[in-house]
Structures are given as C-alpha cells and as structure tokens.
C-alpha cells in the first residue's frame, strides 16, 4: 500500500513570498489532514477535511493560508504571502474515517525555510 | 478540552536498559490515546494506540503502554532499549467532542547510548 505523498520535501522562499504544498493521501482514505509542526514543538494541526468539505480551521490563519480538497482526493496548502514565523515542516496525514481512535498515516512532511 | 504534557524533553538510557517516556493527559471525555515516533527526515509512525479497550496496549518494535485513568497517565515503556530506538516521541489525545483531532504534546527526544 502507497504512502501518503507530499511535495516538494524542502522549499526555501524569501518573506512576502507565495507558497504552495501538495498532498496525494492513502487511496481511499476520506479524512486528510494539515499540520504545521515548529521545530522542537508536536505538530498543530492546520486543518481537517472529510471527504471535500472542511471539518475544522480553526487553527488556521486564514488571512495567509488556504487549502482545498478538491475532488475529495489530493489536497494544496498554500501560503501568501509568507513570513519568518511560518518556517516549519508542513505534514500531511490522512486516514479512513473520521471516527475516534482512528490512526493518522503522516506523509514524509515538507520543510519550509522563510528568509 | 483536552491536552496532553509529555513530563521529559530529552531522556537518555543505555543500550539494553528499560526505557520509561511518561505522559500524562486531559480530557473531559474518554479519550483515545496514542504514541508516535519520528525519525529524522521521516514521517511519523505510529507505535500503539489505547481505545477503551484493555488498558496494557502493547505496539510495534516492543513497546507498550499502559492507561491509568486514575492518574490520567499513558506512559511508554520498553524492556530493553535498541540503538535504533533512538528518535522522538509524541504521545497524542484525540478530542472525541466530534472533530476527533489529534492534539500533540511537545514530544521527548530518546538518546540510546552505546
């Protein structure tokens, strides 16, 4: 079974600069999943999708950041413009349901440097 | 609202010595509780997971945890500790009030020595 994939693994953009990160979860998966994880923190998660519709942002600076699912497959999170503070792997994770107790499979993460 | 406080930033231990990563957790409900490892440049994996059913979970590569709802603890422990061990771990709660998200603690860095 295919992992989930992310791209690119490493970005590097100067401050005021746009973004934008790309998420192919497990086959059949309907739960995805953004986290933002700062080095030497847990990862905070971003925002949730179940299927195409948006399940939870609220940890999501909107006036920055968007994402979208569309046809409930792959996903982007996109940054705009970014600054110092957004330097971070950006993980992408999904997982069969949306249902307590249910394991997240995390792709390999994108490391973001902010200049 | 839940949280979860991983007591240990960094441990260390010996090459075949047990290993103990302590956590303890907050929740209103009963929570699911999981462990996962990150290895350098590497996704996270997960170990094992504790859904209300026995309260010994026992996970991957000899690891086990125990739920003790009395002390609201979900400690991480293995008998013997392996070189390959060495990695971070985070112990997880999700929040069953019906976005089931995973809420991270800040993780502790395992160093194995030789």
């Known amino acids: 079974e295919a992992g989930v994939a992310q791209s690119p693994r490493y970005k590097i953009i100067e401050k005021r600069q746009s973004v934008a990160f ?39 600076p909107k006036d920055r950041f968007s994402a979208e699912r569309l046809k409930g497959v792959d996903s982007t999170l996109k940054i705009q413009p970014a600054k110092l503070e957004d330097s971070a792997v950006y993980l992408c994770a999904s997982s069969l349901e949306l249902a307590g107790g249910d394991e997240q499979f995390f792709g390999p993460g994108t490391r973001l440097t902010v200049l | 609202a839940q949280s979860v406080t991983q007591l240990d930033s960094h441990v260390s231990v010996s090459e075949g010595t047990p290993v103990l990563l302590r956590c303890n957790y907050s929740s209103s409900y009963s929570p699911s509780l999981f462990w996962y490892v990150q290895h350098p440049n590497k996704g996270l994996q997960l170990l094992l997971k504790y859904t209300s059913a026995a309260t010994l979970v026992k996970g991957i590569n000899g690891f086990e945890a ?17 070189m390959s061990d ?29």
Do not use: M
């Not at chain 1, 995805?32 to 080095?39: A, E, G, K, N, V």
């Not at chain 2, 003790?68 to 422990?77: G, P, R, V």
């Not at chain 2, 709660?93 to 995973?102: F, H, I, N």
């Open chain 2, 86 to 114: 060495a990695a971070e771990y985070f112990c997880v709660v999700s929040d069953l009030s019906g976005t089931y998200k995973y809420i991270f603690g800040t993780g502790t860095r395992l160093k194995v020595l030789a």
């Open chain 1, 22 to 60: 790309w998420c192919n979860p497990i086959s059949g998966h309907a739960t995805l999943y953004w986290y933002q994880q700062i080095l030497g923190q847990g990862p905070k998660l971003l925002i949730q999708f179940q299927n195409n519709g948006v399940v939870d942002d609220s940890q999501l």
């Open chain 2, 66 to 82: 125990e739920f003790k709802k009395s002390e609201t603890s979900f400690h991480l422990t293995k008998p013997s500790a392996h």
